[in-house]
């Protein structure tokens, strides 16, 4: 399996994150008001309470916790924990927003061969971290492999004409 780059399962994309909530209601309301995910159709089947959502491409499945009062919440922000990321457009258009809607955050920053990578992260009202990032400027090269990938197709202007071929392909 190392060194491989073969898909063993056929995977084809990320479906869904779940995460389990205090309160579905509030979960809700923050991710669509603040990341503008959009409530879907869930199962009526399910014998428990919860809410699906779907943005950019990703559903979140949010469940209502069995013990909410005894879900403990993370108050430090700390880039290193357990999170989601989502790449912006414009990373000053989103920290405004976050100290419109008084979102506590933390900026950070990743520099990697002469090309730096903003980032913002914050929690959700259960205390799970978002970033948010301008994550698609920095390449994505496999560790075995003889070929570079960009998170973005928008990026692969920045590549050698001989690497962009690669990637097309």
Same mark, same amino acid.
């Given at each position: 399996?190392? /060194? ?31 990341? &503008? ?6 199962? &009526?089947?399910?014998?428990?309470? #919860?809410?699906?959502?779907? &943005?950019? /491409?990703? #559903?979140?499945?949010?469940? $209502? ?9 993370? =108050? ?15 990373? /000053? ?19 990697? /061969? ?40 928008? =990026?692969? $202007? ?6 962009? $071929?690669?990637?097309?392909?």
């Amino acid at each position: 399996m190392k /060194g491989s780059l073969q898909n063993p399962l056929h995977l084809k994309s990320l479906n869904h994150i779940s995460l389990v909530c205090r309160s579905v209601e509030e979960s809700i309301d923050f991710y669509q008001s603040v990341l &503008g995910f959009v409530p879907i159709r869930r199962p &009526g089947s399910f014998n428990f309470d #919860g809410a699906w959502l779907f &943005g950019y /491409g990703v #559903g979140i499945h949010l469940l $209502q916790s069995e013990n909410p009062e005894n879900m403990q919440k993370k =108050n430090e922000i700390n880039p290193k924990d357990n999170h989601i990321s989502f790449q912006c457009e414009s990373m /000053g258009a989103v920290e405004k927003k976050l100290r419109e809607m008084e979102i506590k955050h933390v900026r950070a920053k990743v520099v990697e /061969g002469g090309i730096e990578v903003d980032q913002l992260f914050f929690h959700d009202p259960d205390g799970f971290m978002i970033e948010i990032c301008n994550c698609d400027s920095l390449p994505v090269v496999p560790l075995a492999g003889e070929f570079v990938r960009s998170c973005s197709l928008v =990026n692969l $202007q920045m590549l050698s004409p001989q690497i962009k $071929q690669v990637v097309q392909q």
